[in-house]
């Protein structure tokens, strides 16, 4: 096992690297597209694919250049494809999958009936950046996300979408006798890490039960056992001597981290096949992100940034915050952005007094520092707006339960309880009275009526 690491926060990866380049040969004018005949594409499909697609020795052949460990499920993808009856396939990867995105388009047009592929190049970070309508603008019929799990349902897309988890085999034998190695039998232990070594996971915790009758695979529905994303982790229940967390980076994992600081964490490299210790500088986190709130708390006119990545920004969160501001007499003014950064909203800060981005809630945990002006995420524009109690007033971690089915009312999940009304909290109702006494102060004093703030313009 390495050495312990200095205490790391802010460490999660801004790759948003531009894809140059000639634009794609597959484009057509949007006028041929349109006028194209009207093609029914099937969204429920069957799941069993047939001989004729498995035992196709030319189409082994052609999958066999991709990674044989890397499931790219080329197979079932033919076939959902062919049961769809789709003809023009838009194909996203994230960043590091790129490379292997014109082998596949060509298979697909080889060997499953696809007239025209499109390769989306924008940066994707997540399933939350699921890019449906940009393949929809395309003229495309069906798309395939990989990397990602189901976090927008297929039944919510614009257009039928297959998810690609991409599992990827690594050597399961390695990581149990490291387990073995580091930790004493009985140690009550949790395997977490992302969705690509899920079945690793599920592999090694059955070679690790005899000797760890306790180790679990927590789960954050609606995701898979052991999975974590950057903005959703699993709140471990009971006692924990360790987490063991299985990826090749540390982003995901400082969400688990956060969401059960009390925890140590370890994180195995499937690739250099290391264990390190992982820490994570809660206090200082902590300290940045309450600091904001508390700013932002007094705040008159906000800023309501909807990212436009992909489905990175949900509408419904925005009228929920628009109307909880408006219900408090205050003023917003929403900005539609695709990547949020300090350049971009200090440009548009005249009049703002702080910011919520709807985007990534990582960012403002991460990077929030470097914004002028308060940026906040969802949950702690509710916290500064009196809906919810600060994690250092209900004596709990800090959440990260953004995609969670039972995660607060600031969460992005398709799978939530009906949103409370506005101003229903007594938190709330106590806020409001006092802005609204603030208000009336200014009145008196500039002579002005004070009115109900309106939700504001969009830029």
Request: with cysteine.
């Amino acid at each position: 096992m390495q050495a312990d690491p200095e205490p790391q926060r802010f460490s999660g990866k801004a790759a948003a690297v531009n894809q140059e380049g000639p634009p794609s040969t597959a484009l057509v004018p949007a006028a041929a597209a349109a006028a194209a005949a009207p093609r029914v594409v099937r969204r429920v499909l069957g799941q069993q694919v047939p001989p004729d697609i498995l035992e196709n020795a030319a189409l082994n052949a052609a999958i066999a250049i991709l990674p044989a460990n890397y499931s790219f499920e080329v197979h079932k993808t033919i076939w959902r494809i062919r049961q769809a009856g789709a003809k023009r396939v838009a194909l996203q990867f994230p960043e590091g999958l790129l490379l292997y995105a014109c082998v596949i388009a060509d298979i697909l047009e080889g060997f499953g009936g696809v007239e025209q592929t499109f390769i989306l190049g924008d940066v994707t970070f997540g399933a939350c950046c699921v890019d449906d309508y940009s393949a929809a603008a395309l003229g495309a019929d069906f798309l395939v996300h990989y990397g990602h799990s189901c976090l927008v349902p297929v039944d919510v897309t614009s257009l039928p979408c297959q998810y690609v988890f991409v599992d990827i085999k690594m050597d399961t034998q390695h990581l149990v006798d490291t387990v073995r190695l580091n930790f004493p039998a009985g140690s009550k232990l949790v395997l977490a890490g992302t969705i690509q070594f899920a079945s690793c996971m599920q592999a090694a915790r059955q070679q690790l039960a005899a000797d760890y009758p306790h180790i679990a695979i927590p789960q954050s529905r609606p995701l898979s056992p052991g999975e974590v994303l950057g903005c959703t982790a699993p709140k471990i229940v009971g006692d924990c001597d360790a987490i063991v967390f299985v990826a090749d980076g540390r982003f995901h994992l400082e969400a688990l981290m956060i969401a059960n600081h009390t925890v140590p964490a370890y994180r195995y490299d499937p690739y250099p096949r290391l264990l390190t210790r992982e820490r994570y500088d809660h206090a200082g986190m902590q300290a940045a992100r309450r600091a904001a709130i508390e700013a932002a708390a007094g705040a008159r006119c906000w800023g309501l940034v909807l990212g436009t990545l992909g489905r990175q920004g949900n509408p419904r969160i925005l009228a929920q915050l628009q109307g909880l501001l408006q219900a408090q007499g205050r003023q917003c003014v929403t900005v539609l952005l695709s990547e949020v950064s300090p350049a971009k909203l200090e440009a548009l800060s005249h009049g703002i007094d702080a910011w919520v981005q709807i985007a990534c809630p990582r960012l403002s945990i991460d990077w929030g520092e470097g914004f002028k002006l308060p940026t906040l995420n969802p949950y702690e524009a509710f916290v500064a707006l009196g809906e919810v109690p600060g994690w250092w007033d209900a004596g709990t971690a800090y959440p990260m339960d953004y995609y969670a089915a039972d995660g607060g009312a600031w969460g992005s999940t398709y799978h939530r309880k009906k949103p409370r009304a506005p101003g229903a909290s007594p938190l709330a109702a106590a806020k409001a009275a006092r802005v609204a006494a603030g208000a009336a102060a200014v009145s008196r004093r500039s002579g002005s009526p004070a009115g109900v703030g309106a939700p504001g313009p969009t830029m």
